[in-house]
């Protein structure tokens, strides 16, 4: 058991749209991810997401709305709900979700990332 500093992990790494895992509980990842511009549209069929925002602020957009999310707020996006983050500026945020999450969802592109290295 270790305390774990989210300011010194995020000065780790730099690159937009890469997740780090954190830590783990249960059967879930902490991951640190940093947002930047648009992501892709996409869902979780068996997982739902929580995003946490750290520093920055990001939109998350769903098909009939769209939600801002700021500093010390989250957001849950439910299993099957097509989403699309973005982030104007570079935004910090922790993600929540089963390790089974795949950061593209249902969709294959140069942004999936198989594997997460941890920080």
Sequence with gaps: MKTINI???FSQFHEPWSP????EINDSYVKAVR?????VW??????D?????????????FRDHEEIVGPGEFIIVPRGVEHLPV???ETQVLLFEPKTTLNTGNVTNERTLPQLERL
């Design 7 to 9: 300011a010194k992990k």
């Design 20 to 23: 780090k895992i954190l830590g």
């Design 35 to 39: 947002f930047q511009g648009e992501f």
């Design 42 to 47: 996409h869902h979780h069929d068996h997982e």
């Design 49 to 61: 997401e929580m995003f946490l925002v750290v520093q920055g602020r990001m939109r998350m957009k």
């Design 87 to 89: 982030a104007e500026e």
